[in-house]
């Protein structure tokens, strides 16, 4: 198994090389030099399994490069606070359009693009391999297709949220990125919707196992390897539920919420993890890959695969937890305290007779200037002594049935089903140690989404919710006005504009 491993993370390196002269700003106008040449190349079933897994690696990467995942999804105008660095605040702050190295690069599409060829090249070549090589059946290739198919539609969902309007490509190309405009962000999310509908067709409840769409082994491994490694059936309908949320049509997500509550245990997933459980370092739920994480991307430090930066560990942990002084982001004491205002909450909350957390979960050395989020920390292979030199190995997820369960109690209040909003936000904060908890004189949808802010900390929510809550709540949002002037979109990078005359800037950062 780890011999196959290997090969497939060659297969990965190979893939990143060629879509180097299309993914490197100084490159874009070069034509590419491939490694492995056409001729050479969809020929076997380890051609398929390696192209494959090269999507998933790219999309990985273009989520990683420079945090981007938590950068663009949690620490903008959220809820942690820089420390000392400069382009750290510029993003808590909303100042994009600052001349910095990570700004720059986070500003860019290119990496997204990178991933979005990669399987645009593989929907067009991989059914050549299913005629070539005996042992890469018609169904195999059919699965491998949804996957990608979904994940293309993954990408440009998350693009759409980070610049709104993006260039709709859905050709592969060679060197020379498609001179096109942008395409209007409805147009793209219809295309996404329509995609992830077709593909969750062909995708599976399981991998490994018997599943009606893919029976038995998967590229001849079990259920084992892939558990919570592959999009799914059900993490597909999560995707789709989170774009139906993003354009307001919540009697879409009801819909397709509903179908992951009534199949979820098809694919082998748990709903709801304890507290303890959530937050453990060396086998919880953000360690390594699991049946319960539904659309997510491991940093499994036994396969080799822990980074030592961009990762949000990277960013929020320092000692006790790590031998750094400092953490470079934190969340502040007041701004904890106006989070966490539930008695008994096992994520944080006060002893009223002492004056300390009752709980460290969420947060070590609370009574210091900079507490130390400690929610997700797993790091190196869970030895105590970490240090000077840390692998960061969280688990980065898109959702999982807890977060499913809010979307749900959102939609549902906005569809008029109070009592079953009522049901599923309580539903989580029992499972958080919260004892019984009313609702009364207060409104619905503020405190489902104050219970996203507490349960989904840290893990890339915080931006996109505002921009949800402000959508629905405009006068009571701080946003509201970033919303109202397409303010709440990243600037375009300037090389990217530069490269293509028929691009044009967010207007917001026309300034």
């Not at 610049?163 to 020379?176: C, E």
């Not at 030592?308 to 953490?327: C, F, R």
């Not at 692998?391 to 749900?408: S, V, Y």
């Not at 958080?432 to 507490?454: A, K, Q």
Request: glycine share 6%.
């Amino acid at each position: 198994m780890k011999k196959i491993f290997y090969s497939v993370r060659f297969a990965v390196l190979v893939l990143i090389c060629i879509t180097t002269a299309f993914s490197c700003s100084k490159m874009l106008d070069v034509k590419s030099s491939r490694l492995v040449s056409e001729r050479d190349y969809w020929k076997s079933v380890e051609d398929a399994r390696s192209a494959l897994v090269g999507v998933y690696g790219l999309t990985r990467a273009a989520l990683t490069d420079n945090a981007a995942f938590w950068m663009y999804g949690e620490f903008r105008m959220g809820d942690f606070s820089a420390v000392s660095r400069t382009d750290l605040k510029a993003i808590v702050n909303n100042d994009l359009n600052v001349s910095l190295p990570m700004l720059q690069g986070l500003k860019s599409w290119r990496r997204f693009y990178a991933a979005i060829n990669a399987a645009n090249l593989f929907i067009e070549r991989s059914g050549e391999i299913a005629k070539k090589d005996p042992y890469y059946s018609q169904t195999n290739n059919n699965v491998d297709v949804a996957q990608a198919r979904a994940l293309r539609a993954f990408l440009y969902f998350y693009m759409v949220r980070i610049w709104g309007d993006v260039p709709l490509v859905v050709s592969s190309f060679d060197g020379n990125f498609p001179q096109l405009p942008r395409t209007p962000e409805k147009e793209v999310l219809a295309f996404a919707e329509k995609e992830l509908i077709a593909a969750a067709k062909g995708l599976p409840f399981v991998y490994g196992i018997a599943d009606p769409v893919m029976p038995g082994a998967y590229f001849n491994l079990g259920y084992d390897f892939w558990k919570g490694s592959l999009i799914n059936k059900v993490s597909a309908y999560a995707v789709l539920a989170h774009i139906a949320a993003w354009q307001q049509h919540y009697a879409d997500v009801m819909s397709y919420t509903q179908f992951i509550f009534d199949n979820y245990q098809s694919a082998n997933i748990t709903f709801t993890n304890s507290t303890e459980e959530l937050c453990k370092s060396d086998s919880g739920f953000f360690y390594r890959m699991g049946p319960s994480q539904m659309l997510n991307f491991s940093f499994d430090y036994n396969n080799g695969e822990g980074i030592t930066a961009g990762h949000l560990e990277d960013y929020t942990l320092a000692k006790p937890i790590t031998s750094k002084l400092m953490p470079d982001l934190f969340v502040p004491k007041d701004t904890i305290i106006k989070m966490f205002t539930w008695d008994k909450d096992e994520r944080f909350s006060l002893d009223i007779t002492t004056g300390y957390p009752a709980t460290e979960n969420y947060f070590v050395n609370y009574n210091t200037n900079t507490p130390v989020f400690s929610k997700i920390k797993v790091i190196q292979d869970g030895k105590a002594d970490k240090g000077t030199f840390r692998m960061f190995n969280g688990t980065m997820m898109f959702t999982r049935m807890e977060e499913l369960a809010l979307l749900r109690a959102e939609a549902a209040v906005v569809t008029n089903n109070t009592a079953e909003a009522t049901s599923w936000l309580r539903q989580v904060m029992v499972s958080r140690g919260i004892p019984s908890p009313l609702f009364t004189n207060v409104d619905l949808l503020d405190e489902i989404f104050r219970e996203r802010r507490r349960e989904l900390l840290g893990e890339g929510w915080r931006w996109y919710d505002q921009v949800r809550y402000a959508r629905l709540r405009p006068g009571k949002s701080v946003i509201t006005p970033l919303l109202q002037n397409g303010g709440i979109y990243w600037p375009v990078a300037d090389d990217v504009l530069a490269a293509n005359p028929k691009l044009t800037q967010n207007s917001y950062w026309n300034k």
